[in-house]
């Protein structure tokens, strides 16, 4: 079994796989910003960790991820600033994967959204534009790591309810948060899932299958 650094761990797509995670037998350490979110972490089955990772440099980062199997970035600034827009999804991002490479940290998995890349389309006039760059940087400084990388891409995330299943690719729809924390269960649980782009939306297939096709 795996010891898990979840970053974001007060996400709403990291309160769901929390406890898949634990339910499968690994120890979750959840970094969170704020001390008052401990305690809704920790019933999760994840141990809570404060710290603030747009503060920290990388020998911090370092420290924070150290004795880990795997890294989960599943944290955001949530939109609306640029300037932290860029501080969090692409500086500290970035940050954590070179941390995870100082730490020996042999695996990265990271939640991106699906049709992120440098040709992300999105106008420099809209206010999704900072986040599409950031996650764009982010991403691409990833797969030139020497990590063992894992790229998810969720569709747009709705509340619906955990179908265990989805759909590979194809067209840009819409996937439940619960679905999206069932395929990071499956990625940690599954090492053969490896330096890959997975984008997906809800669908049919169960997502172990999904993620060997």
Known sequence: ???????GGHG???LLAAPMLARDGHTVDAVIRNPDHAEEVAE???????????RLDTDQLAD????????????GAGGGNPERTYAVDRDAAIRSMDAAVQAGVPRY?????FGAGPDHGVPESEGFY?????KAAADEHLRGSSLDWVVLGPSG?????????IGVGGEKSTVARANVAGVIAAVVGDPSVSRRTIEFNDGDTPIA?????
């Open 130 to 134: 900072a986040y599409a760059e950031a």
């Open 64 to 75: 924070l991820a150290a004795d880990h199997d795997i890294v989960v970035w599943s944290a």
């Open 44 to 54: 999760t089955g994840a141990i809570p960790i404060v710290a603030d990772v747009e």
């Open 157 to 165: 995330l709705t509340d619906g309810p955990e179908t265990g299943t």
């Open 209 to 213: 299958e999904a993620l060997r096709s």
């Open 12 to 14: 709403k797509v990291a």
């Open 109 to 113: 998995v990271m939640v991106s959204y």
């Open 1 to 7: 079994m795996a010891r898990i650094l979840l970053i």
